[in-house]
């Protein structure tokens, strides 16, 4: 599995951005996340989505500000950020695992596909 992330950019603190992560090879059944990772921080979980989409699970963080979704026919998981932050600056990454499950797992070693970050930057 491949995983492309793409859509970051700089953005106004209450402002609202969708980034993208486009996968390829053997997608099926693949539950997917996002992790960031602020400057100087360890990367940290954001959201993870099952492979049908039903089941999506959050980070405190993030909750009721960030939705999670896929379109499996387009092979395309995507994160809406709305109410941004200044503290939700940071590169995003997406990864992917063949194991079909989000509950309880938010750890970066839970997943074994990994993308290449794009940055979102949020001015206050």
């Known amino acids: 599995v491949q995983l492309q992330a793409s859509g970051g950019g700089l953005v106004q603190a209450g402002g609202s951005l969708r980034i993208s992560c486009a996968a390829s090879?053997?997608?099926?059944?693949?539950?997917m996340s996002w992790f960031r990772q602020a400057p100087g921080k360890d990367r940290e979980y954001v959201a993870a989505i099952s492979w049908n989409g039903w089941i999506t699970k959050y980070a405190d963080s993030v909750k009721g500000r960030f939705t999670i979704s896929r379109d499996n026919t387009k092979n395309t998981v995507y994160l809406q950020m709305n109410s941004l932050k200044s503290e939700d600056t940071a590169v995003y990454y997406c990864?992917?695992?063949?194991?079909?499950?989000?509950?309880?797992?938010?750890?970066?070693?839970?997943?074994?596909?990994w993308g290449q970050g794009t940055q979102v930057t949020v001015s206050s």
């Open positions: 090879g053997r997608t099926f059944s693949t539950s």
């Open positions: 990864a992917a695992s063949r194991v079909n499950q989000v509950s309880g797992r938010t750890r970066e070693s839970d997943y074994e596909y």
